[in-house]
């Protein structure tokens, strides 16, 4: 019995599936439904002749199919025919309507779907109308209905303001969830800002007044210790304006703030001289004359990536010697940073960092539509090498001067190519 009673139940779901898909489906295959009813029921109480039934049935029922795209037409059309009906007299003794029952209820539901869907002047005409119609054809025991037509209007509107606000709560109700979901982004961004602040800022200006002060507080600094203190004051001050345009945009929503200029390639020189000036064992070839005509993000890309890979060398490989290679020419800005095997070991205080920096500047180049590979070298050492996709946009604006180390040779490396190796690490695993 189960199995016979799903069997019966199938064609029964597929009809309300069918139905169900689509609104105008529905009014398509309640048309059809009333097309027949009428043209079987017209002769019951109109005086039609045979030929023009299917004619007469199709004039009542077409209407529903313009109830969901042109209500107020499918009204127009249903209330000139309720209209035809009463001058051509054709209802036979006996019926007290001048119209067939079918085109009545077809009426009434164009009246609903003007209610439901029309623009509240084509609502109040088609109610009006109607009302008038029904008051002046209707006999005088069916004119109640000009009243009841207006309140099945009323619950249409009714119907109609509950959807509208179900909507707009809807829209409200997703505004809200989209709004604390920003506010909670805001107060995220806002939390690691302060924690920026209270850690990294704080301790980069500490070093900035202690490498500013230290001259003045110390006694029989030479000059060499006090060359030292202002590099170290100048590396802490760039790194705190870093800092501070960072914790700019972490605290502003619209990310419009007031910051420094971020570093391009025409940085890349006082880069490598402030990286020599810390203690760093680096040496340098002639740097192309054209890295200020490099895109910006390709500028900042290439910075930061030799940033990362100068600290690399000095955290991991202490002492070694560091060589560094920059060229630009037409398969874009090439930036190669090595260092030789390192003469001691990091000691067990030196900060040797997370890992994730060659990450980042491998996702950096990437960003830029360029490549990153690092690696150990034969030699013991290590390297990396980026190439970065780079046009110089005016090189007749570029600046011809060019930072270069001890052993910078023009005449030996012709067309601008530049030598810039900057290592990373002689133990590998460190990196």
């Given at each position: 019995m189960a199995t016979v009673g799903r069997w019966a139940s199938a064609p029964a779901?597929?009809?309300?599936?069918?139905?169900?898909?689509?609104?105008?489906?529905?009014?398509?295959?309640?048309a059809a439904i009333l097309f027949v009813i009428a043209w079987a029921t017209l002769s019951l109480t109109h005086d039609v002749t045979v030929s023009l039934r299917p004619v007469v049935a199709l004039v009542e029922t077409a209407p529903l199919l313009l109830a969901r795209i042109r209500p107020m037409a499918g009204w127009a059309i249903s209330i000139g025919g309720a209209i035809g009906f009463a001058l051509a007299d054709m209802a036979l003794p006996g019926w007290q309507m001048p119209w067939p029952v079918v085109h009545f209820l077809v009426l009434l539901t164009m009246v609903a779907a003007v209610a439901l869907r029309a623009r509240w002047q084509e609502v109040a005409g088609a109610v009006g109308g109607t009302a008038v119609v029904f008051g002046l054809l209707l006999p005088e025991e069916l004119r109640p209905w000009a009243i009841g037509q207006a309140l099945l209007a009323g619950v249409a509107l009714l119907v109609r303001w509950l959807v509208l606000s179900r909507r707009q709560l809807a829209i409200e109700t997703v505004s809200t969830q989209e709004e604390r979901a920003r506010r909670a982004v805001l107060e995220e961004r806002s939390m690691i800002a302060r924690e920026l602040h209270d850690v990294v800022a704080h301790h980069m200006s500490l070093i900035v007044v202690q490498a500013q002060s230290a001259p003045y507080r110390l006694d029989e600094v030479g000059d060499d210790a006090k060359a030292e203190f202002t590099s170290i004051e100048q590396s802490a001050r760039a790194a705190l304006n870093e800092v501070r345009a960072v914790l700019g945009v972490l605290r502003t929503e619209s990310h419009e703030v007031a910051s420094a200029p971020v570093p391009g390639g025409a940085d890349l020189v006082a880069l490598l001289e402030s990286s020599r000036a810390a203690g760093l064992p680096l040496t340098w070839g002639e740097l192309p004359p054209t890295l200020a005509s490099v895109p910006p993000g390709v500028g900042l890309a290439a910075y930061r990536i030799l940033q990362e890979s100068l600290a690399n060398a000095s955290r991991h490989a202490p002492g070694a010697a560091v060589r560094a290679q920059v060229s630009l020419d037409a398969k874009g800005l090439s930036l190669s940073v090595e260092n030789s095997?390192?003469?001691?070991?990091?000691?067990?205080?030196?900060?040797?960092?997370?890992?994730?920096?060659l990450l980042g500047a491998r996702t950096r180049a990437e960003s830029a539509g360029g490549t990153l590979a690092a690696?150990?070298?034969?030699?013991?050492?290590?390297?990396?090498?980026?190439?970065?996709?780079?046009?110089?946009?005016?090189?007749?604006?570029?600046?011809?001067?060019?930072?270069?180390?001890?052993?910078?040779d023009p005449a030996s490396n012709p067309g601008?190519?530049?030598?810039?190796?900057?290592?990373?690490?002689?133990d590998t695993q460190g990196q």
């Open positions: 779901r597929f009809a309300f599936r069918f139905l169900t898909r689509s609104p105008e489906t529905t009014l398509f295959v309640l095997v390192a003469p001691r070991l990091p000691g067990p205080g030196r900060e040797t960092g997370g890992g994730s920096g690696g150990p070298t034969p030699t013991r050492g290590f390297r990396v090498e980026a190439v970065l996709p780079a046009t110089v946009t005016d090189p007749g604006d570029a600046d011809d001067d060019s930072g270069s180390g001890n052993d910078a601008g190519a530049v030598e810039a190796s900057a290592t990373t690490a002689s």
